[in-house]
């Protein structure tokens, strides 16, 4: 009896290239598109390669009507086509400075 092997597939019925084979996966940080070969991205590589600074920002992942936060750097996130991102600005917020002669009236 001949059997047939089955080829591994990824969600969505997609068949998996096997190893070796590049594949580019695009997701989006801020509306922004970014481009990566990587199936696992810490938070840190994200906020980075979006240009952002990961000492002053975190990563919101919306998915469908959540929105989830991940502030851990460390954290280890597998990327999916077209997921999407939005960043939070967590740095301090600068004061400006009053004059003191306009400040209580």
Same mark, same amino acid.
């Given at each position: 009896m001949d059997m047939e092997q089955e080829s591994p597939t990824h969600a969505g019925g997609v068949a998996d290239p096997g190893p070796g084979h590049v594949h580019a996966i695009h997701y989006f940080v801020d509306a922004e598109e970014q481009t990566t070969t990587e199936? +696992? #991205? =810490?938070?840190?590589? +994200? #906020? =980075?390669?979006?240009?952002?600074?990961p000492a002053s920002h975190y990563l919101i992942e919306?998915?469908?009507?959540?929105?989830?936060p991940h502030q851990n750097l460390n954290e280890q996130l597998r990327i999916h086509e077209k997921e999407r991102f939005i960043s939070v600005f967590s740095g301090p917020t600068p004061l400006s400075l009053v004059d003191s002669t306009h400040a209580a009236r």
């Open positions: 199936a +696992i #991205l =810490t938070v840190e590589q +994200i #906020l =980075t390669k979006a240009g952002l600074d919306l998915r469908g009507d959540q929105q989830i």
